[in-house]
């Protein structure tokens, strides 16, 4: 199957069962949640849990609440990051950010609601109930100061500092790489994959992860916003401390297609995953 | 034993723990987290939930992840609500609020992270891991948007307009009261409780949830700041809907202690909890 389709077909699949699993629209505090999570992301998480669950011989069926989790969870960290104390961002994927749509109060607690019901879905949905207390840690663990909360801190605390690539990579492994990490690990861990597939699968999120978000921050410094759907050349403004700004844009990006190569080499041997490969490709060679 | 040795008892046990399980200190992020936590509270929830396991012949060890988690969401609550954009406090438990003491960025990541370690502690920590999967529904449901975050934004919503009982005791139920009735659901889920037990354990904390929020706003009009800790008379000002300025000082003291008596009755014939009983004295009688 080519990626397109896959892509296609896993957005077409995650967005129903988020509107089936979303509280329902009409009340503020939903709307708003509901606003962000469909704002138009790739549902790439979803994409590689479920590319993961596959790999493991697992099915959509259970992997569904998984896919949905991960992106309620990457959508509040995005309202959040958002905010005027955090990053200030008026737009977001060509759309004023939620607290810009609704006003503050609403995106701190839309943000608070997302990573609640993420868990609960989680909790609730999962059809193979042994599995639930390792992914509620798998998550937890990716989402929390060891994790995406981690990096954030660390990557606000080093704005402004002399750049270094060991300290970059450690942001990013913890502020984007925590959660692609487990989208891998999780949607085998759905599927019911060996402890060497968690493993690959979990080496391959882990090189993925910074590898992704090293190409965000040579987008960010040579994109536009049309294409980007947000403000470009914020991380130089805000003085980010980026992959770029520590080794130059050329580095950069053969340093990202290392970890691509890193990741790839990750799965042999222990999962046939042709997607999962795709997938490692579509996020180098991205424009947006 | 007396009331004043179990929540002393129990403030030994949940502190030690979340010292323990809470991330170490000497980061920005962590200190944040453990400056709230550790900012004085009186571990209700904990000492609910502790005594819940104890009516269904649990024991400590079985309950003190749902202690820790249950306290470890009240404060990440906490913290986003006395945020700028939402309630806008300075003052908490007499010492200033998280966002005071450090900054906005941190008092909004340190709640984040403190409610997915919430989880985390629950997932990790539970030692009887069947219980896992309902023991995260059950915190799930009563922090999310038909529990505490649902509240909290009706709450927002009601301010300025004209105060009616029914929207006063619905908004109550959700801001405070389903992590209240969590907390006793979940003390009696971490130690094997019946469904009937639960059941009961269920109204219990239903009934008294509510009262204990109608004390607090009748603290507000009638405590000093020295004694609560916090800044008084602040619902009025904000023309918050509480159940004073609906029902006057007198009915709400009446409503409390009839719904006080509703939770003790709620417990009889199902569980044997004197130490249930007496917390449901404590919250109607209590001066902060």
Redesign the interface.
């Given at each position: 199957m080519s990626l397109d389709r896959f892509l296609a077909e896993t957005k077409t699949l995650v967005d129903g069962a988020l509107d089936r699993w979303l509280?329902p629209a009409g009340?503020?505090?939903?709307d708003a949640?509901r606003y962000a999570v469909f704002a138009g992301g790739k549902r790439l998480r979803p994409a590689i849990a479920r590319a993961a669950c596959r790999a493991v011989g697992g099915t959509d069926e259970q992997v569904l609440p998984v896919a949905c989790a991960l992106e309620m969870l990457h959508t509040?960290s995005l309202i959040?990051d958002d905010?005027p104390?955090?990053d200030d961002d008026d737009l977001r994927r060509g759309k004023p950010t939620c607290h810009r749509k609704f006003?503050?109060?609403?995106a701190?607690?839309a943000?608070?609601?997302l990573?609640?019901?993420a868990?609960?879905i989680?909790?609730?949905k999962?059809p193979r109930?042994e599995a639930?207390?390792?992914l509620?840690?798998d998550?937890?663990?990716a989402?929390?100061?060891?994790g995406m909360?981690?990096g954030?801190?660390a990557d606000?605390?080093a704005e402004g500092q002399a750049p270094d690539l060991a300290t970059v990579e450690s942001i990013h492994a913890r502020k984007t790489g925590a959660l692609l990490r487990a989208s891998a690990v999780m949607g085998g861990g759905a599927g019911g994959g060996s402890p060497a597939q968690l493993r690959a699968l979990s080496a391959y999120g882990q090189a993925l992860g910074v590898a992704f978000q090293i190409v965000d921050d040579i987008l960010d410094e040579t994109e536009t916003a049309e294409v980007l759907g947000k403000s470009p050349g914020k991380d130089r403004k805000d003085r980010k401390m980026t992959y770029p700004a520590a080794a130059g844009i050329e580095a950069s990006r053969q340093r990202a297609r290392e970890l691509k190569d890193t990741a790839v080499a990750a799965l042999e041997g222990a999962v046939d995953a042709p997607i999962l490969v795709k997938v490692a490709e579509l996020i180098v060679t991205r424009s947006k």
């Open positions: 509280p009340v503020k505090l939903h949640m509040y959040h905010l104390a955090i006003d503050e109060a609403t701190i607690l943000g608070d609601a990573q609640t019901h868990f609960l989680l909790a609730e999962t109930r639930v207390p390792t509620v840690l998550l937890a663990r989402a929390g100061t060891d909360v981690g954030e801190i606000i605390e």
